[in-house]
């Protein structure tokens, strides 16, 4: 018998440059950051320079919540890498800050089928490589 863990989940890790490493670092912190327009207070994902909606140059990184609800999810069935084994449920949340703010992601830390829209979760990260993924969990709480 073997004390070994499992081989951690296959992930690709994405290429951190200086206009996302606040998305992608921020997880050291243990915080969620986007983008956010200084004069109008807009959020901003994904990253980009100006601000969609007042045109602004004045975007920061700033921290939200890591609190988000299901949109919508599926189920993944297909062993597509070595070592991610099937089924994991790959989600879009969205997060409380701002109608439409939202983030594609894996629900983890339950089994797929207990998944359901609206359901409440919160953020938590994994690192790789330096690289804080962000993951959201189930948070025990009954959807609104």
């Given at each position: 018998?073997?004390?070994?863990?499992?081989?951690?989940?296959?992930r690709v890790?994405?290429?951190?440059?200086?206009?996302?490493?606040?998305?992608?670092?921020?997880?050291?912190?243990?915080?969620?950051?986007?983008?956010?327009?200084?004069?109008?207070?807009?959020?901003?994902?994904?990253?980009?320079?100006?601000?969609?909606?007042?045109?602004?140059?004045?975007?920061?990184?700033?921290?939200?919540?890591?609190?988000?609800?299901?949109?919508?999810?599926?189920?993944?069935?297909?062993?597509?890498?070595?070592?991610?084994?099937?089924?994991?449920?790959?989600?879009?949340?969205?997060?409380?800050?701002?109608?439409?703010?939202?983030?594609?992601?894996?629900?983890?830390?339950?089994?797929?089928?207990?998944?359901?829209?609206?359901?409440?979760?919160?953020?938590?990260?994994?690192?790789?490589?330096?690289?804080?993924?962000?993951?959201?969990?189930?948070?025990?709480?009954?959807?609104?």
């Open positions: 018998m073997t004390d070994e863990a499992p081989p951690r989940p296959f890790l994405p290429a951190v440059t200086p206009d996302n490493q606040h998305f992608w670092l921020g997880g050291a912190e243990g915080e969620l950051r986007f983008l956010r327009c200084a004069a109008c207070g807009y959020w901003i994902h994904p990253p980009a320079p100006i601000c969609p909606i007042c045109l602004g140059r004045d975007v920061h990184p700033d921290a939200v919540s890591g609190r988000a609800a299901v949109h919508t999810f599926t189920v993944n069935w297909q062993p597509w890498y070595p070592n991610l084994d099937p089924p994991y449920v790959v989600a879009i949340v969205e997060l409380p800050e701002q109608a439409g703010l939202r983030l594609t992601t894996n629900i983890v830390g339950c089994q797929p089928d207990e998944v359901a829209i609206g359901m409440p979760v919160r953020v938590t990260f994994e690192e790789r490589d330096g690289i804080w993924l962000p993951f959201f969990e189930p948070t025990g709480e009954a959807s609104p």
